[in-house]
C-alpha cells in the first residue's frame, strides 16, 4: 500500500516557466518531508526539505509547500531550467522513510 | 571526501546463487540504510541501521540480510537469489539517528537470471 504518490508520471515544462511537482501521502503522522532529484545512473540528492510544523520552505528557485489539511505537499522550480531534468522523488518520514513512485521533470529550452 | 561508495556497480546472479553488495560512507554518519528501486515503485527500504550494532527491518526485508560491520560501512546480503530480487539497489547515510537528509551512493544494479 503506497503511503507516498506522486500522480503524474512525468512533466514538461517550457524554461523560464514554472514547474510545479505534487505529491500525496495518507499518513497523517508524518512529521518530515524531502523531495530529492534524481539523474540516470546516480543516487537520488537531497534537495529541500520540509517540517510539518511550517506550511513553506523555500531555497533559492526552489519552494516546498505543505497543506497538512489534504495530505499534500508540492516542489515549485521557478524559473525552471534545463539542468533541472531530472526524476524528482519525495519522501515522507515517521517511524521510516516512505517515498514515492517519481515523476520525471522535463525542462525544454 | 567520497561521501557513499558501493560496490560492485553491476552484477549478475542466476537463480540461487549469493552475493553482498558492500557499502562504506567517510562523513561519520550514524545511520545508514539500504533501499531498492524498482519500476513504477520508487524507492523502498529493505534494512537500516540506526547506529553501529544496531540494525532493523524497513519494507521489504525478505530474502535480505544485512551486517552494520562498523561505523563507516553496512552490506546487504542474498543469500538465495531470485528474480524477483532484479532491482538497482542504493545505500545511504544520514548524520542522525533520526530521519535526517539521506545522502545516496551511486546504486548497484542487480539482474538475476
Known amino acids: 500500500d503506497q503511503q507516498v504518490k506522486q500522480n503524474s508520471p512525468s512533466l514538461s515544462v517550457q524554461e523560464g516557466r514554472i514547474s510545479i511537482l505534487n505529491c500525496d501521502y495518507t499518513n497523517s503522522m508524518f512529521d518530515y518531508f524531502l523531495w530529492y532529484k534524481k539523474y540516470p545512473a546516480e543516487g537520488p540528492t537531497f534537495l529541500i526539505s520540509i517540517s510539518s510544523i511550517k506550511d513553506k520552505n523555500e531555497d533559492g528557485r526552489f519552494t516546498v509547500f505543505l497543506n497538512k489539511s489534504a495530505k499534500h505537499l508540492s516542489l515549485h522550480i521557478v524559473p525552471s531550467q534545463p539542468g533541472d531534468s531530472a526524476v524528482y522523488f519525495c519522501?515522507?518520514?515517521?517511524?521510516?522513510?516512505?517515498f514515492g513512485t517519481g515523476t520525471s521533470l522535463t525542462v525544454i529550452p | 571526501n567520497a561521501g557513499v561508495t558501493q560496490t560492485p556497480k553491476f552484477q549478475v546472479l542466476k537463480t540461487g546463487q549469493s552475493m553482498t553488495l558492500q557499502c562504506a560512507q567517510d562523513?561519520?554518519?550514524?545511520?545508514m540504510y539500504w533501499y531498492r528501486q524498482d519500476p513504477g515503485m520508487g524507492l523502498r527500504l529493505i534494512y537500516y541501521?540506526?547506529?553501529?550494532?544496531?540494525?532493523d527491518k524497513g519494507e521489504v526485508p525478505n530474502g535480505y540480510n544485512v551486517s552494520r560491520l562498523n561505523k563507516r560501512e553496512f552490506s546487504l546480503r542474498l543469500e538465495s537469489a531470485a528474480p524477483s530480487q532484479t532491482s538497482v539497489y542504493f545505500c545511504a547515510s544520514t548524520r542522525s539517528q533520526g530521519w535526517d537528509e539521506q545522502f545516496f551512493g551511486p546504486g548497484t544494479r542487480l539482474t538475476v537470471l
Open positions: 562523513m561519520n554518519h550514524n545511520s
Open positions: 519522501a515522507a518520514s515517521g517511524n521510516q522513510f516512505y
Open positions: 541501521s540506526a547506529s553501529e550494532g544496531t540494525t
